[in-house]
Structure formats: structure tokens, C-alpha cells
């Protein structure tokens, strides 16, 4: 294979990932990470901090603010954006064609690295010009200095997006992987590597900053002496007083570093090349779709592989490896209701039922034993348990459920047979509402004690959460017509309220005096906002394609 076909490859893959909505979502949330980094001079919150200090606002600090912050985001989001290539060529027939050509195996994951990549680095150059444009905006000092400026993200940011890029081909090569619980999964290795990967003593030099704290300590204890809170800080956190700067010019890149940075692109290299032992590239001869997915299913007379993620179904067939094990043989079956064609659609009650057994289908009985061991310890525990852990328990078991509003019809193939339903409005809020009902059903036991508690704040909290989890994931699915943007946005924010950020407290989880300190009339509205332009973009679409 030349070098020239690999380049196609890889620029056609590309071109391919920059258009879907997914890779402007995760963008324009990096950016909005790269300003919340170098926060107002008298703002209370910051990023990156030693102590009660940080760095003047020069190339230097911003560069490396930003850099850290951005590649945490894209290390964990960026994955969502640049995994699932491998299915598409599946599901599209593009993999069976390639099984048909001299495409070698390894070169095919090649290509698929080095777009995933491409696409990582294309963010990285944005939030680049995001730190060059708050330097100049905060204005502390405006002297450009584009090395010192550039430096945090080639260094620090790079290796780990080329390390992102690999894992997505990685996991979409492995079974178990390849769906909802490798999605769930990469949450979980994202938050070791960016709170493991801060050590000194971290395996490769974990994020690559180890210099730069350095750097930065000897420059602090230049400028106001030894001694003081000295403690190091990377991640969103509110500050009673703003932050005192300190000069600080950057870090050297010596040998140590860029030899760790290089090994962790090796490591990348390989891991992304690794699959080639088993991944078959579609081909019948060598297992093909057998060896792509998990079995087969059927569509238009064909065997498909199934690649797609856990619970991905087909209407009439269920592939094998559903949600949380689903039998193979489980059929979607799509309510009467759901696509009738009498004005003014059907009864509403039969119509939410449909949309909940379409919700729920193939979740297994160990999923219901999970939910019915939460709501028991919901009922026994005492409390201060129940609004502290099984409260936030209940609300993170059904994420990938969730992640289903919005997009099931498209990726399950019926977009154009429910494009027959006259009353769009209707059937759309019927899949909300049954996002709602499941939503109650897992925390039903939280709202139970909080009623028999007389907890009136933490009840209002509770409804506001019931709403608006369902609405963010229906907006999601309907705008970006894929499961995993909610998933990459609303672990995170989970993770944030478990760490008791307030104005993010969704739940009821975060309290003081005993009363949610959070916004919760703010998701009232933030839930109503969100079904309202759920129903505008689904309205606009229907309108642009007929």
C-alpha cells in the first residue's frame, strides 16, 4: 500500500469526522475550557494555581493554563469525537469494499489513528488561538512570545491527544469495549490519567508538567519567598480571594521530558497497530464481520457485522451485544401507535407506553437487579447516605439508557419511517416523557425519604432533576443524532457535582445547613429551555428534508 493511498485514507476519514455535529460540540466546549482557564484577575475561580498564587497572565502561563485544561477535556471528550470510525465503515459497506482491495491491516488502523488524531490536533490548534486571544484580552501583559506560548501544547497536550486517538481504535477492535460500557469505561481511565498522570512519581511523567510545577515553585519562591501554601492546584475551583500573580517565564524542555513524550507516542503507535493481531478488516476469509462485530445480523439480504454500540438495534433485529446484555434475538418492536397515520397522532397514554418499551427494550434482568438493590438501599440507609450516595448512584446508573432520547431512530434506521408520523411534537415529548418515567423509577426510593423527611428543597431539587436529565439527553440526541455526546458531557458534569461544585448540582447533592446549595430553579429552566429548542431543531430538520 503507498504512501499516498494511506494519506486518502486518513484525509477522507478526516473530512468525514470534522462535519458531524459531535466534533463542534466537543470543540466549542474546549474553547469555553480555554477561557474559564485564565479566569478574570479578580475572578473566584481558577484552573491552575500554587497555593494563593498564580502566574501572570504572559505567554508563558496562559500556554501552559490552557494546554493542561484543554488536553484534560479532549483527552476525556475527544474520545467520544474520534471513536465509533471503525463501525461507520461497517455500517456504510465502505469496510466491506476495503476488504475487497490490498489495504493491509495495519495500515488500515493507521489511517484510522492518524485521522482521530488529526482531529484531536485540529481542536488543540483552536484552543491554541483561544489562549493567544485571553492573553490579550486580560491584558496583564500583552507581549506575545508564541515559543513559550506554543510549547505547553506540543509537549504537554499531544502525546495524550495521540494516546486518545489510539485507545478509540483500540476499544472499537474489542468486544466488550466497543459500545456503552467502553464509553463508561474511558470516563473512568480519563479521571486516573488526568488526577494520577499530576504525580512527580507518575509511570512516563504523567502529564508532562512535572517541569513546569518545578519551574513554576522556583519562580514563586523568587518572587515572595519559601515558605506559605505552596500546594498545587489543576482543575475547576472556586477561590474565596482572587489569585496574587507572580512573574513566571516558562519551563526548559530537557532531555528527561522529551524522551518521556516521545515514549508515550510510541506506546500510542503501538497500541493503535496492536489490533492488527486479531482485527480481521471486514474480511470473510479471516472471520469478517465475525471478527468486526460480535455476530451477524441482517440487513437488505446481507450479513452486518455487529459493530455497533450496546444496544444499537435494527427494526425487526436486535445485534448481538445489547444494552447490559440483551439476548441476540430481541426484536425492536415499534408501538402501533408510534407510526399511525390518523391526524392528530394517537392516544397519548399508549403512544408514552410504546416510547418506554422502546426505551427499556433490552435492558437485562441484571440491570433491573441493580436498579432494585439502589432503590432498597434507598429505603434502609440512613439519610445523610441516601441524599450523599445512593441520590447521585441513582443518578448515573441509566446513563447509557438515556444517552439513547433523541437518536434511537437514527441510529436504529427508522428516522424514515416515524418521518411518516404527522404529529412530530407529540411522539418527540412522548420519548421524553418516557426518559422522565424511567428517570423516576430508578429514584424513587431518594424521593421517598425526602417526602417522609418533609424535605420540601431537597423534593424541588429531585423534580428538577427528573426533568432535566431527560431534556439534555433528547436535546443531544436530537441535534447530534448520536448517544455519545451526552454520554462524553454528562459524566463529567456528574463527576463535578460528586465533587461538590454547587452551581452544577443538578440533584440535590450538594448541601448546606442541610438544604441543596445548588440552582435548582435555574434547571427548571434550564429543562424547559432545552425541550423547547429540542422541539425547533427537530421542526427545522423536518422541514430542510422534505
Not at 35 to 42: G, I, R, W
Not at 218 to 241: C, H, K
Request: charge should be positive; aromatic fraction near 8%; glycine fraction near 12%.
Amino acid at each position: 500500500m503507498s504512501p499516498s493511498a494511506l494519506t486518502g485514507l486518513t484525509a477522507g476519514d478526516f473530512r468525514e469526522r470534522v462535519r458531524r455535529p459531535v466534533y463542534l460540540v466537543v470543540l466549542l466546549a474546549a474553547v469555553g475550557l480555554g477561557a474559564l482557564a485564565v479566569p478574570p484577575v479578580d475572578g473566584h475561580w481558577v484552573i491552575l494555581a500554587i497555593g494563593d498564587y498564580r502566574g501572570t497572565y504572559n505567554s508563558a502561563y496562559v500556554g501552559v493554563a490552557t494546554a493542561l485544561a484543554g488536553s484534560l477535556w479532549l483527552t476525556l471528550g475527544g474520545f467520544y469525537v474520534v471513536r465509533k470510525g471503525i463501525a461507520r465503515d461497517e455500517e456504510t459497506r465502505v469496510g466491506q469494499i476495503l476488504a475487497a482491495t490490498p489495504v493491509r491491516t495495519p495500515v488500515f488502523l493507521a489511517s484510522k489513528f492518524l485521522s482521530g488524531f488529526l482531529v484531536l490536533a485540529s481542536m488543540l490548534a483552536v484552543l491554541a488561538l483561544t489562549a493567544l486571544a485571553m492573553q490579550l484580552v486580560r491584558g496583564e501583559d500583552r507581549s506575545v512570545d508564541p515559543v513559550a506560548l506554543l510549547k505547553p501544547f506540543l509537549v504537554v497536550a499531544l502525546p495524550l491527544l495521540a494516546l486518545t486517538a489510539a485507545a478509540a481504535v483500540f476499544f472499537e477492535t474489542v468486544p466488550l469495549l466497543r459500545g456503552g460500557l467502553g464509553n463508561v469505561l474511558w470516563f473512568l481511565v480519563a479521571l486516573v490519567v488526568g488526577l494520577g498522570g499530576q504525580s512527580a512519581d507518575a509511570p512516563l511523567g504523567g502529564l508532562g508538567i512535572g517541569e513546569a510545577n518545578a519551574s513554576m515553585e522556583a519562580a514563586l519562591t523568587a518572587a515572595v519567598g519559601p515558605g506559605g501554601n505552596r500546594e498545587y492546584s489543576l482543575g475547576f475551583t472556586q477561590v474565596d480571594e482572587p489569585l496574587k500573580p507572580f512573574p513566571w517565564d516558562g519551563f526548559d524542555v530537557e532531555g528527561a521530558l522529551l524522551l518521556s513524550r516521545l515514549l508515550v507516542v510510541v506506546i500510542a503507535v503501538l497500541l493503535a497497530l496492536l489490533p492488527a493481531l486479531w482485527f480481521g478488516r471486514f474480511d470473510p476469509s479471516r472471520g469478517g464481520a465475525a471478527t468486526a462485530g460480535e455476530g451477524e445480523g441482517v440487513r437488505n439480504g446481507a450479513p452486518l457485522a455487529a459493530v455497533r454500540e450496546p444496544g444499537a438495534v435494527r427494526a425487526g433485529v436486535r445485534e448481538p451485544g445489547a444494552v447490559h446484555g440483551a439476548p441476540p434475538t430481541a426484536a425492536l418492536t415499534l408501538p402501533k401507535t408510534a407510526v399511525g397515520t390518523r391526524r392528530g397522532g394517537a392516544l397519548p397514554g399508549r403512544l408514552l407506553a410504546g416510547e418506554v418499551r422502546i426505551l427499556v427494550g433490552g435492558l437485562s434482568p441484571w440491570w433491573w437487579l441493580v436498579a432494585a438493590v439502589l432503590t432498597v438501599a434507598g429505603l434502609v440507609v440512613p439519610i445523610g447516605l441516601v441524599t450523599g450516595l445512593v441520590l447521585p448512584a441513582v443518578w448515573i446508573w441509566p446513563v447509557l439508557v438515556w444517552s439513547r432520547l433523541g437518536t434511537q431512530q437514527v441510529e436504529n434506521d427508522v428516522e424514515g419511517l416515524l418521518g411518516a408520523y404527522p404529529a412530530v411534537r407529540r411522539r418527540l415529548l412522548a420519548e421524553w416523557a418516557s426518559g422522565v418515567v424511567l428517570t423516576a423509577v430508578v429514584g424513587v426510593a431518594p424521593l421517598a425519604r425526602m417526602i417522609a423527611a418533609a424535605d420540601g428543597p431537597g423534593i424541588a431539587a429531585w423534580l428538577a432533576g427528573a426533568l432535566f436529565v431527560p431534556s439534555l439527553a433528547t436535546f443531544l440526541g436530537v441535534v447530534c443524532r448520536t448517544h455519545r455526546v451526552f454520554q462524553a458531557l454528562y459524566l463529567p458534569l456528574w463527576y463535578l457535582v460528586m465533587n461538590g461544585v454547587a452551581g452544577l448540582d443538578f440533584m440535590g447533592r450538594v448541601r448546606t445547613d442541610g438544604v441543596p446549595a445548588g440552582p435548582t430553579g435555574a434547571f427548571y429552566g434550564a429543562a424547559a429551555l432545552l425541550l423547547g429548542l429540542t422541539f425547533l431543531a427537530a421542526g427545522t430538520r423536518r422541514r430542510l428534508t422534505a
